[in-house]
């Protein structure tokens, strides 16, 4: 089974920049995209952005400017590096893998979630 592991969440001035960094790991075949999900208090868990195996990117209008998506593949691990946070930024965020173990197709993965803070 996947697992992955999140780190880098944290309490931050507004304007301020925080890295987050997700580690996948077990019986991994393949996986294909990696996204970062965001979730307020009482909102729905929105995309914030996500990156393909071809590197290719897409951003949330709000994301856009702000944060960049990367990935290494060698070490299974995606990253989202957010700047020029805003107190509306403030949300839990997940990381997401889309990856294949023994099957046909791919299944979503998810991280346990952790808390970004960003004060006035």
């Known amino acids: 089974q996947v697992q992955l592991v999140e780190s880098g969440g944290g309490l931050v001035q507004a304007g301020g920049s925080l890295r987050l960094s997700c580690a996948a790991s077990?019986?991994?075949?393949?996986?294909?995209?990696m996204a970062w999900y965001r979730q307020a208090p009482g909102k729905q868990r929105d995309v914030v952005a996500e990156?393909?195996?071809?590197?290719?990117?897409q951003y949330s209008d709000s994301a856009k400017g702000r944060f960049t998506i990367s990935r290494d593949n060698a070490k299974n691990m995606v990253h989202l590096q957010m700047n020029s946070l805003k107190p509306e930024d403030t949300a839990v965020y997940y990381c997401?893998?889309?990856?294949?173990?023994?099957?046909?197709?791919?299944?979503?993965?998810w991280g346990q979630g952790t808390q970004v803070t960003v004060s006035s």
């Open positions: 997401n893998v889309k990856a294949k173990l023994s099957g046909n197709y791919y299944l979503n993965y």
């Open positions: 077990g019986g991994i075949f393949s996986i294909n995209t």
């Open positions: 990156i393909t195996r071809g590197n290719n990117t």
